[in-house]
């Protein structure tokens, strides 16, 4: 019961709550009963399980970032080549490949692929051969074993989305070779990352339109014809057959950026 004033009774007042902090974040109630970070840190038990949680996969991303960033900052004017890692030696993409590396190489580009085998190979050795700096970006996949042997320089990664950012941001272009599911994957990536401005003055140059042709046919007829993309938009990708014209606009959308 309040006494005469209206001022509640301390047997009246609400039990304080319980918190806790941790860093920026305040616990109150039952999130507050947990132990202390220190205790998490210093205590011996179950050592190797911090491996596995979330927080310590944050610090393997940070690593891969600042690897990347590191190794490549002085790489200079580069291109991504993409394609299948199923391409056979001695086949006519495989030679397209070398070509396309060799070429980007005599036009003063890096070349940066996968590291894989197939194609990702191909580029690598004509750049390599050509006296060119040849880079691979791995990325650990059941079914591919380390980088080939034409990277000059290489980094293997375990996160897909910290490898795709070292594709974009250390290149001034794309040339997609034919391709699975993930080269579809990083051509439908860099034609959003040029539609959405995210990045300027990327040329992508598909090669080879007897393979591309029914994709965007298919892109013509039904993304534009159903009024999901724009006229515009139809005008990211240029479609050539052979490694000559695709380096030419490659070096064409580059435009004025400096060589070394």
Do not use: C
């Amino acid at each position: 019961m309040n006494n005469q004033s209206g001022i509640p009774l301390p047997s009246e007042l609400p039990m304080a709550l319980k918190t806790r902090y941790k860093g920026a974040v305040e616990l109150r109630r039952a999130q507050a009963d947990i132990p202390q970070a220190d205790q998490y840190l210093l205590d011996t038990r179950d050592q190797a399980g911090f491996t596995h949680t979330d927080p310590w996969r944050v610090l393997r991303i940070q690593s891969e970032f600042v690897e990347g960033f590191g190794t490549l900052a002085d790489l200079g004017p580069a291109i991504s080549v993409f394609g299948s890692a199923r391409t056979k030696r001695r086949t006519e993409n495989y030679a397209l490949a070398e070509a396309v590396g060799r070429l980007l190489v005599q036009s003063n580009f890096a070349v940066i692929t996968g590291g894989g085998p197939g194609s990702m190979e191909a580029a690598n050795k004509g750049a390599s051969e050509a006296g060119g700096l040849s880079v691979g970006l791995g990325i650990e996949l059941p079914f591919e074993q380390g980088l080939n042997e034409w990277v000059d320089l290489g980094i293997n990664f375990r996160y897909f989305f910290a490898r795709k950012t070292m594709f974009v941001k250390y290149a001034q272009g794309f040339v997609v070779l034919p391709g699975g599911l993930g080269t579809m994957d990083e051509l439908f990536e860099a034609m959003v990352l040029v539609q959405t401005e995210k990045v300027t003055s990327f040329p992508i140059v598909l090669v080879g339109s007897s393979f591309w042709s029914p994709l965007m046919d298919w892109v013509h007829s039904t993304l534009l014809g159903e009024g999901m993309i724009s006229e515009q938009d139809l005008s990211l990708v240029h479609l050539v057959d052979t490694a000559e014209d695709a380096v030419e606009k490659i070096v064409d959308g580059v435009g004025s950026l400096p060589r070394p």
